[in-house]
């Protein structure tokens, strides 16, 4: 079965830097990648969707990259913030419904 | 504009209690539902899905069920309680039809449930 695999260990970066969250699917390619923001306590936010035709898509200050062939999504953050920080998943659509990964909590430290 | 409710945000319930958790989205027709489960530190779990009235699907047997009585109301419920049952439930919903993919969900303000 599909799994999606996120970094567990929390990324702290400067403030001004770019944010760099990397995204792993295991098995089967999917049609579409989403990202969220989830703050503690408090449901996802979605925030970008990239399809598997697409290499690149972008938000404002985000990035998501799609790499069928690495297995992987990159989710960038540039000129981050402090405001930024929270958890950051990657969801895979699957079969029915959403399969999320675990997230990678980002802290940007002023 | 769309908006989901979910209630209540916070519960604590004994061991073997019932349980009834309520998601309501207003703004939107024949939305696709979901609840899921997250533990603590831990990544979200789909418990249950629906693309209409009636219409349930299961993704981890246990002992909760999901009833979907209106097109915009999604209950989840328990007959009785476990310790495992501890966690953070959340309901969000996304565009229907019965597409459930390439859109983006959103979701409720979760529920706290612990079981003592």
Do not use: M
């Amino acid at each position: 079965s599909q799994k999606i695999e996120q970094n567990s260990e929390a990324l702290n970066i400067q403030e001004g830097k770019t944010a760099t969250l990397t995204c792993n699917y295991t098995n089967y390619s999917p049609a579409y990648l989403q990202w969220y923001r989830q703050d503690p306590g408090r449901g996802p936010v979605f925030l970008l969707l990239i399809r598997e035709n697409e290499k690149e898509k972008r938000k404002e200050r985000l990035k998501v990259t799609f790499d069928t062939t690495l297995k992987q999504s990159l989710f960038h953050i540039t000129a981050s913030q402090p405001a930024d920080s929270a958890t950051y998943l990657c969801a895979d659509t699957g079969r029915r419904a959403l399969t999320f990964g675990s997230g990678t909590r980002l802290q940007v430290q002023p | 504009s769309q908006t989901i409710h979910q209630w209540p945000a916070t519960l604590v319930q004994p061991v073997g209690s019932p349980l009834s958790l309520e998601c309501t989205v207003e703004g939107t027709s024949n939305p696709n539902l979901y609840w899921y489960r997250q533990a603590a530190g831990r990544g979200l779990q789909l418990l249950f899905y629906s693309v209409g009235i009636g219409q349930i699907s299961s993704e981890v047997p246990q002992n909760l069920s999901a009833s979907r009585p209106q097109d915009r109301q999604f209950i989840l419920s328990s007959k009785k309680l476990l310790l495992s049952d501890s966690g953070f439930y959340l309901c969000a919903w996304s565009v229907g039809q019965g597409q459930t993919r390439g859109n983006g969900y959103t979701f409720g303000s979760g529920t706290r449930l612990t079981v003592v």
